[in-house]
Nanobody, 129 residues
Framework: QVQLVESGGGWVQPGGSVKLSCATSGFTLDYYPIGWFRQAPGKEREGVSCISSSGSSTVYADSVKGRFTASRDNAKNTVYLQMNSLKPEDTAVYFC??????????????????????WGQGTQVTVSS
């Protein structure tokens, strides 16, 4: 069955870096865009980034632009989110998700959570001194 499993979260000091991984199985990763989302306590889930199926296009929320970088290795069935210059407000549970809509171009990805069909269980990132 389709699975997405996040890892790499943990505690980090402000200004530090973390690299999240999203390991996928049960489908051909090469065909689908992947999104990254986060949810902080008491807040709604928000889009962080997405990466197209080819990896040629990425989208970032304004709050993380210039600090976060999404990438993917389709041969390893894994998508990554490199998070640098972390701030306390980046503290959240981070989720990866797969957009399984058909006929998407290889350079497209969506930052809307409602466009995503399958979700991982999330990994906690805590930024604190």
């Amino acid at each position: 069955q389709v699975q997405l499993v996040e890892s790499g979260g943990g505690w980090v000091q402000p200004g530090g870096s973390v690299k999240l991984s999203c390991a996928t199985s049960g489908f051909t990763l090469d065909y689908y865009p992947i999104g990254w989302f986060r949810q902080a306590p008491g807040k709604e889930r928000e889009g962080v980034s997405c990466i197209s199926s080819s990896g040629s296009s990425t989208v970032y929320a304004d709050s993380v632009k210039g600090r976060f970088t999404a990438s993917r290795d389709n041969a390893k069935n894994t998508v990554y989110l490199q998070m640098n210059s972390l701030k306390p407000e980046d503290t959240a549970v981070y989720f990866c998700a797969g957009d399984f809509r058909v006929d998407l171009t290889r350079s497209y990805c969506s930052d809307y959570a409602t466009d995503y069909d399958y979700w991982g269980q999330g990994t906690q990132v805590t930024v604190s001194s």
